[in-house]
Each structure stands twice: as structure tokens, then as C-alpha cells.
């Protein structure tokens, strides 16, 4: 990590801010800054993104542990409101990761084949086949803690237990579904109102 990558890192989300910004007006401009930066991360050549790889995850992680130390204090401030609608935010809660863990499961046992037995060419010799690496566990337990708990905590998950491959996926798939979830609740605001 050099001073330079650092820089180059920060200029980049100062440019994407400020796109956000002028396309989105006040109103919009956290979504459509995370839509841009999909797009970026998503379709930029790979040659640019790897020199921003280093600086760009320790500054992510370095922000992402400020998130984690700073994301309970407004806690407090809605604290009545949950305590008056207590019985009805468990039951909807449960009914929601019970869905949830429903459609895991669902998925594990639709998308993982039973094992294969194959014979080679002189049928002497049978091996099985195992095709569980289609949904694997690991995926699906970063793919729920994104769908649940978002990008931050589905990286921490990746990375603590040393799921290094799935990091970036889980960060793309958890501000994915915050850009698509804000705009279609934009939308729902708009129609509403």
C-alpha cells in the first residue's frame, strides 16, 4: 500500500460521490453512488482495479470497523418505538428468517445433485462423483449474511473464517441488493405518495 494507491483510492470515491451527487440531487445520491460504484467495480478493466486491490480493502476494512463501532448508537433513539411494538416485530421476524431459512435450504437440496457412480473404460473401477460444490455451505452462509445482515457483515463472516475467495462476492451481492432494494423502495415511495 503505497501513499499514491491510497490517493488514487480516495480520488476515485471523491469522483464517485460526486457523480452520485449531480445525477441523484440530494435525495438520491447514496444510491446512485452505489449503483455507480457496482458498475465500476463490475465493468472496470481489471488492470486498473488490481492496483487499487490493497489500499482499497484497508481502507474499506478500516472504514468497515468505524461502521461496526458506530452502528448501534442510534439505538437509543428508537428505543421506545421498539419496546411499544415488541410482539409484533418477533413475529414478523420470525416468519421472515424462517422464509429465509427455508429457501437455503430449498437451494442446498435443489441445486446439489445426488452423487454420480462412474465406471472407466474397462469397468473395473467405480468412482463417485460429488457435485455438493454447486451450493456449497460457505456460499450460502455468506449469501445469507448479506441478504440479512448486508455487505459488512457477510465480508466479516468471508474473512473470519478465511473464505478469502468469496470476500468481493459478498460485498457485490450485499450493496447490490441495498441499490436494488433503495430503488424499489424509492419507486414505492414515489407511488405511494
Known amino acids: 500500500v503505497t501513499v499514491e494507491s491510497v490517493s488514487t483510492t480516495f480520488s476515485v470515491a471523491a469522483l464517485v460521490t460526486w457523480l452520485g451527487e449531480r445525477i441523484g440531487g440530494t435525495k438520491a445520491a447514496l444510491p446512485v453512488s452505489t449503483l455507480l460504484t457496482l458498475l465500476l467495480t463490475t465493468f472496470a478493466k481489471p488492470s486498473f482495479t488490481a492496483k487499487l486491490r490493497k489500499s482499497a480493502n484497508l481502507l474499506g476494512t478500516t472504514f468497515l470497523y ?4 458506530t452502528a448501534g ?13 415488541f410482539v409484533g416485530l418477533v ?3 420470525t416468519i421472515l428468517y424462517m422464509v429465509h431459512g427455508a429457501t437455503l435450504f430449498g437451494a442446498r437440496k435443489l441445486f446439489s445433485p445426488k452423487p454420480q457412480t ?8 467405480v468412482e463417485t462423483v460429488n457435485y455438493s460444490s454447486v451450493v456449497a455451505p460457505q456460499r450460502l452462509l455468506v449469501a445469507s449474511s448479506a441478504a440479512i445482515g448486508g455487505p459488512a457483515t ?7 473464517n478465511g473464505w478469502d475467495s468469496l470476500i468481493a462476492p459478498s460485498l457485490l ?3 447490490l441488493g441495498y441499490a436494488v432494494a433503495t430503488f424499489v423502495a424509492l419507486l414505492q415511495h414515489w407511488i405511494l405518495t
Open 154 to 160: 457477510a465480508a466479516a463472516l468471508a474473512q473470519a
Open 91 to 93: 413475529v414478523y421476524l
Open 173 to 175: 451481492v450485499g450493496n
Open 118 to 125: 462412474i465406471a472407466d473404460k474397462d469397468n473395473t473401477k
Open 73 to 85: 448508537a442510534p439505538g437509543l433513539a428508537i428505543a421506545d418505538t421498539v419496546k411499544s411494538s
Open 66 to 69: 468505524l461502521f461496526f463501532a
